[in-house]
């Protein structure tokens, strides 16, 4: 097997190489996750206080539609933001979801890469030097560079968090 990051045709060469490293794990996502069962899906760790990997999945999704709005340089319009939030509870904690199939979060995380490469390829790579708000309140500043990277990044890192659960949710059985 060879891997390799490349851009989509259709962007600048910095652009889509971005882009496809968000879109890369998206697929890496849907290939560690594949084949789970509900009960997984809603598993929260043992003694049950971690996020389940349906609320890691929905986190990412939620994140990166931000992301995807903010490149556009538009609000998340209030339908989505209830649809797929909130960001965090009144706890300060990834909302819980429960019963929410794998399949529904998967193809409503290929709705985001689609949104995401529609904003891509209208971005040229010196658009990436824009700079964008983001944060629970819009208080930090980013480039439209890092946000990619950022995405990429964010779902790596949850990744590794849902191969956790994957592991204690076979020792229990």
Sequence with gaps: MFFDLHGEASMTP????????????????????????????????????????????????????????????EDLPTILQKQYGPMIDPNNKLPMIKGIAWDTLTSQYDAVIVMLKEACQQLTDSDLDNVIRFGHENEKQATIRWGLWHMADHSRYHQANINQLRKWYTQTE
């Design 14 to 73: 910095i652009v889509g190489m971005l882009y496809s490293a968000v879109k890369q794990n998206g697929a890496r996502l849907k290939s560690i996750t594949i084949g789970m069962s509900q009960e997984e899906m809603d598993y929260k760790g043992p003694n049950n206080n971690y996020n389940s990997t349906a609320q890691l999945m929905r986190h990412i999704l939620y994140v990166d539609i931000k992301w995807v709005y903010r490149i556009k340089g």
